[in-house]
């Protein structure tokens, strides 16, 4: 039987598409796959402008570290053999349960970084570093009636410092391209985002646990992934989500600890 | 030779059927290489209910590449042009939508990489996208237009 009506072949068309986009989906590795249907409640919220913000001038002068007793200068080396130095204040209390050390290369310190190379202890400051503020998180305390609350560059730093986990919300090409040393990638647009927020809750599942701090980064700017990852989060009982707003191009602004490749 | 047969011409209409589906199967080449970025993109037009964003962001560019196929190889030629000029009405239309509200988004035609343009830039991108688009519509009118005169002069001839 030939199909000889515009309408009847342009069905077919779409139809053969939409067969093959199916199959190609179920195919595609997991950083390439779409969840049907896809969840996005803010869909038809237009976001309001965003104003141009002027990055500070990097510093160049290295800034005196205060010393204290949970305080360890590392050289963070990450997976392609780049060594990024950084300052980082680590409390072992603090550390998640969810960002273990890593085990492909063994801490050499006793104040464990989450999953940091930590391979020579040295007191040589990062250069365009500012020393973090120690954080008393008391002050940041579970707040059930809203999704999240921004934090500046500055707080993020310093709950970075405490040990707070902190997840990236970007794809995973650009996490491994370069990532806020000791995140875990939890791309909002791949399909494995709700195995990877069930896995943390399972982690977490204790109401205390929950209501330990979490730090969600993005692009910075009008980027919207970490508010809706911070939503998916909310959405199980997290209820202590910070968004770092400003996100990584801030963080590389003012010299953070950072990292490449697909570990933490 | 008038006009109308110049515009007519099926030396004209070959080129004019192969460039739009060469240009719709270059387009829909990196979507279909990273659905989730299209989706994103997909997701800052602002006019698609949420639940359809993914679903949309896999079809479409199998659409695209499958109607680009078919415009080159002259094999269903009619809906394949018919589908490329409801896609670019489309296309117009989001645009259109998400210029009047301010709304500076990257088009997603032919990248689906976030940019990284100012928000000048970005509406000025797609002012261009729509006068690009509204060029590819032209595209779709010549080859309806060169089959219709085809249809009439054959008719004739019987």
Not at chain 1, 2 to 17: D, G
Not at chain 2, 104 to 115: E, H, K, L, P, W
Request: glycine content about 6%.
């Amino acid at each position: 039987m030939r199909v000889r009506h515009p309408v009847a072949q342009s069905v077919i068309i779409i139809a053969l598409a939409a067969i093959i986009a199916v199959v190609a989906n179920g195919f595609a590795s997991r950083t390439r796959q779409l969840k049907l249907p896809g969840y996005y409640p803010n869909a038809l919220q237009v976001p309001p402008r965003v104003p141009v913000k002027v990055p500070p001038p990097a510093r160049t002068e290295p800034d005196v570290v205060e010393p204290a007793t949970t305080t360890t200068t590392a050289v963070i080396t990450d997976t392609t053999g780049t060594i990024v130095p950084a300052t980082t204040a680590l409390s072992t209390t603090a550390l998640s349960t969810a960002i273990a050390p890593s085990t492909t290369v063994p801490a050499t310190t006793t104040s464990a970084a989450p999953a940091i190379a930590t391979t020579t202890p040295t007191t040589a400051p990062a250069p365009a570093a500012s020393a973090p503020k120690k954080v008393d998180l008391a002050k940041y305390p579970p707040h059930p009636d809203k999704a999240y609350v921004e934090i500046s560059g500055e707080e993020a730093q310093a709950l970075h410092a405490a040990g707070v986990l902190f997840l990236d919300a970007r794809r995973t090409s650009v996490f491994e391209a370069g990532h806020i040393a000791g995140s875990h990638s939890y791309s909002v647009w791949e399909a494995d985002i709700d195995d990877k927020v069930n896995k943390l809750y399972e982690e977490r599942s204790e109401p205390a646990e929950q209501n330990r701090p979490i730090v969600i980064y993005c692009s910075g700017g009008a980027c919207e992934d970490s508010h809706m990852l911070a939503q998916k989060l909310w959405g199980i009982q997290f209820n202590n989500v910070y968004v770092y707003k400003d996100g990584f191009p801030d963080w590389q602004q003012r010299g953070g600890a950072v990292r490449t490749g697909g570990q933490p | 030779m008038t006009f109308k047969e110049a515009l007519t011409h099926p030396w004209l209409t070959v080129r004019v059927q192969i460039a739009l589906g060469a240009i719709f199967i270059v387009a829909a080449l990196p979507k279909i290489a990273d659905p989730p970025s299209f989706a994103h993109m997909i997701y800052n037009y602002r006019i698609l209910r949420g639940d359809l964003i993914n679903v949309s962001s896999l079809v479409m560019p199998w659409v695209e590449i499958v109607c680009g196929l078919l415009l080159i190889l002259g094999v269903w030629v009619k809906p394949a042009r018919w589908l490329i000029a409801a896609m670019l009405v489309v296309f117009i239309i989001a645009i259109s939508i998400n210029l009047a509200r301010g709304n500076a988004i990257d088009c997603g035609c032919f990248d689906v990489s976030a940019a990284g343009k100012t928000y000048e830039e970005r509406i000025q991108d797609m002012w261009f996208v729509i006068i690009r688009d509204l060029g590819m519509l032209l595209m779709c009118a010549q080859l309806a237009f060169a089959e219709r005169v085809r249809r009439t002069a054959s008719v004739a001839v019987e």
